[in-house]
């Protein structure tokens, strides 16, 4: 199961980082180009966090509960940014905030449950994501310049993390 998630890490963390390397070189994207990148970045952490949360027999269950019905709320906001793509540009920032807020609770929630090599990176990206959507989420108002350099650096700074945890996760020996 371990090796399963590094794949799954490590899937999520290039798709990120290609995604924040995408959205720093094409600043003047238009509104339905990054609603439907951020969409389609929500939709797939939530994949990922119901995988993980599921393959995870380390975890407490009401952990891996709690892990797969945020997984299934980070999709279903991404299933919402990818429906209206030209929707107003405050609601796609709450949407893109309340992922990454998600998102980042569950990371943090793996990392706590999950007692292998690798949990305070684990932790640092909860962090990171967490602060980031808060930031966000305080501040709704921010233009869109604003909103793409927090994007593109925390899509950067998850990718590079993803990478890394799913290098670790193939590394590790079978229990």
Do not use: H, Y
């Given at each position: 199961m371990v090796?399963s998630?590094?794949?799954?890490s490590l899937?999520?963390?290039v ?6 390397i ?11 180009v990054?609603g439907?990148?951020f ?7 939530g994949v990922?966090?119901?995988i993980?949360?599921?393959f995870?027999?380390d975890?407490?269950?009401a952990?891996r509960?709690l ?5 299934v709320?980070?999709?279903l906001l ?5 429906r209206?793509l ?11 905030a309340?992922g990454w807020l998600l998102d980042?609770?569950a990371e ?8 292998r ?5 684990r932790i640092a990206l909860g962090?990171c ?9 305080v ?11 927090f ?8 990718g590079?993390c ?5 290098i ?6 079978p229990a």
């Amino acid at each position: 199961m371990v090796r399963s998630a590094g794949w799954v890490s490590l899937v999520a963390g290039v798709f990120a980082l290609i995604l924040g390397i995408i959205a720093f070189a094409w600043p003047s994207a238009s509104l339905k180009v990054v609603g439907l990148l951020f969409g389609i970045n929500l939709l797939i952490l939530g994949v990922v966090r119901i995988i993980q949360f599921i393959f995870s027999p380390d975890a407490p269950v009401a952990g891996r509960i709690l892990g797969v019905v945020f997984g299934v709320l980070v999709g279903l906001l991404g299933i919402l940014c990818l429906r209206d793509l030209a929707g107003s540009i405050k609601l796609l920032v709450v949407f893109v905030a309340l992922g990454w807020l998600l998102d980042g609770l569950a990371e943090i929630f793996i990392a706590i449950g999950d007692r292998r090599a690798g949990s305070g990176w684990r932790i640092a990206l909860g962090l990171c994501v967490t602060l980031a959507a808060v930031a966000v989420l305080v501040w709704p108002g921010l233009g869109m310049a604003t909103f793409l350099l927090f994007g593109a650096t925390t899509l950067c700074f998850v990718g590079i993390c993803g990478i890394v945890l799913g290098i670790a996760g193939l590394r590790a020996r079978p229990a």
